[in-house]
């Protein structure tokens, strides 16, 4: 193997320690903020986990149950949000329609759609099992 693929590529300038940690926390800040005012979908979640949250919480029997529950609520979001960037991508190379663009959207709006059953099986798991 030539020894330029076993190298590591150089690192980033920038930031390194806690002071690396405190911007990505506020890149990630920026990238909620920027789904809950560009992606309608995030905020009916949100105002859904709003709702089912403490719900979750109240009628979870268990600590596991409670974490199932709340959980599975956290899988949707986390979907959504990976949906939005992969969206935004798209979006961002350009208008025109493209097979593999309109496939990167329909994949990713599939994985929503999957965390969403996973979260509405696990609460019937917990709550009727």
Known sequence: MPSDLREQP???PGSTGLLRIWHA???SLAGLRAAWQHEAAFRQEIVGCLVLVP???WLGDTGVERALLVGSLGLVLLTELLNSAIEAVVDR???E???LAGRAKDTGSAAVLVAI???CVTWLLVLVG
Do not use: D, M, Q
Request: net charge neutral; hydrophobic share 40%; proline share 6%.
């Open 55 to 57: 719900l979750g919480l």
């Open 117 to 119: 059953v996973i979260a």
């Open 97 to 99: 329609h493209h097979e």
């Open 10 to 12: 150089p690192a980033k």
């Open 25 to 27: 926390f506020g890149y």
């Open 93 to 95: 190379h350009g208008s």
